[in-house]
């Protein structure tokens, strides 16, 4: 049977909005002294509205915001989710997509009216060498919004910004952790701009960002080996392989089921927050079987 204090803690965590599926990772809890964060829906809220809709000259911005709707439709991205919105918003007219791909941690693809249409990362454009506004790209990131390239028939025709939320509960959690001297970690496939933005915005100690979903695993690894022993915090399909090789790994309750099924702790009420009450718990639970 389980002692006595782990049973009590069961009950108490379940009160504070802690699933502990995994009671001996738990345990380890307490030594840990880094903490890794997905930004898009960990560190921010994952609700994008687009803000600017940028046609290159000689494009129509409904245009831009038309192709990338169609697209958009058929993915579950945050960013989607955003643009979609937008075109419904303007009363713009979406047209069927139909051979739609997802370029895993870059963007996706897909033909409307005959036309082939990406919806790119930067990164992608970058390896095109398409010619685009840098300027105005650069200002645009580096008040945090995350840009999109719309591309018909590997054309340019225009830029798409969108903002997210920080959570205001991510950045409490982070300054408890500076003070109990944890190290805190961004990971996340968006721009490094804008994740300097937002890990400014925080106070986040320590940033890898354009890092593809593939290998955000193996960036995990790579800190534990720098000697840290480690928590991940995600959301999403993609983090599930890191929160696996983390020491501990978390999924915040909004997230996906595959990002639940493999964390050793769910954060029930999505709250950052609670990755101090888990690790206080850990302590307090512990100490007293020793
Ligand atoms: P994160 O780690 O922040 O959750 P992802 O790995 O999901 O980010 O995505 C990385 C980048 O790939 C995004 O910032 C975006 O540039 C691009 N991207 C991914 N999915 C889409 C999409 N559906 N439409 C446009 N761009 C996308
Ligand atoms: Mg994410």
Do not use: C
């Given at each position: 049977?389980?002692?006595?204090?782990?049973?009590?803690s069961t009950s108490i965590s379940a009160k504070k909005g802690l699933l502990i599926r995994n009671r001996a990772n738990f345990e380890g809890a307490r030594n840990l002294n880094a903490i890794v964060f997905d930004k898009t829906g960990t560190l921010t809220k994952g609700e994008f509205g687009v803000t600017d809709i940028v046609p290159v000259e000689?494009?129509?911005?409904?245009?831009?915001?038309?192709?990338?709707?169609?697209?958009?439709?058929?993915?579950?991205?945050?960013?989607?989710?955003?643009?979609?919105?937008?075109?419904?918003?303007?009363?713009?007219?979406?047209?069927?997509?139909?051979?739609?791909?997802?370029?895993?941690?870059?963007?996706?693809?897909?033909?409307?009216?005959?036309?082939?249409?990406?919806?790119?990362?930067?990164?992608?454009?970058?390896?095109?060498?398409?010619?685009?506004?840098?300027?105005?790209?650069?200002?645009?990131?580096?008040?945090?919004?995350?840009?999109?390239?719309?591309?018909?028939?590997?054309?340019?025709?225009?830029?798409?910004?969108?903002?997210?939320?920080?959570?205001?509960?991510?950045?409490?959690?982070?300054?408890?952790?500076?003070?109990?001297?944890?190290?805190?970690?961004?990971?996340?496939?968006?721009?490094?701009?804008?994740?300097?933005?937002?890990?400014?915005?925080?106070?986040?100690?320590?940033?890898?960002?354009?890092?593809?979903?593939?290998?955000?695993?193996?960036?995990?690894?790579?800190?534990?080996?720098?000697?840290?022993?480690?928590?991940?915090?995600?959301?999403?399909?993609?983090?599930?392989?890191?929160?696996?090789?983390?020491?501990?790994?978390?999924?915040?309750?909004?997230?996906?089921?595959?990002?639940?099924?493999?964390?050793?702790?769910?954060?029930?009420?999505?709250?950052?927050?609670?990755?101090?009450?888990?690790?206080?718990?850990?302590?307090?639970?512990?100490?007293?079987?020793?």
């Open positions: 049977a389980a002692p006595l204090v782990v049973a009590v000689g494009q129509r911005e409904v245009d831009v915001l038309a192709y990338a709707a169609s697209v958009e439709q058929n993915s579950e991205h945050p960013i989607a989710t955003g643009i979609v919105q937008s075109a419904k918003e303007k009363e713009i007219r979406v047209d069927k997509v139909t051979d739609f791909e997802s370029i895993t941690g870059k963007g996706i693809q897909g033909k409307v009216n005959g036309k082939i249409v990406h919806v790119v990362s930067p990164k992608y454009v970058h390896n095109k060498q398409l010619e685009y506004d840098k300027e105005l790209f650069n200002e645009m990131s580096e008040q945090g919004k995350t840009v999109v390239f719309v591309l018909v028939d590997e054309q340019l025709i225009g830029m798409i910004a969108l903002a997210d939320m920080v959570r205001e509960t991510a950045k409490e959690a982070i300054s408890t952790l500076k003070e109990q001297d944890i190290h805190s970690i961004m990971l996340t496939g968006d721009n490094k701009k804008v994740a300097n933005w937002v890990a400014d915005q925080l106070g986040i100690d320590e940033v890898y960002a354009e890092v593809l979903p593939d290998d955000k695993a193996s960036q995990v690894k790579e800190i534990q080996q720098q000697g840290w022993k480690v928590a991940m915090t995600g959301d999403g399909v993609n983090d599930a392989p890191a929160l696996a090789t983390a020491d501990l790994g978390i999924a915040i309750g909004a997230g996906t089921d595959v990002a639940m099924e493999t964390a050793d702790v769910v954060l029930v009420k999505s709250n950052p927050k609670d990755v101090v009450s888990l690790m206080d718990l850990s302590r307090k639970t512990y100490r007293k079987m020793v």
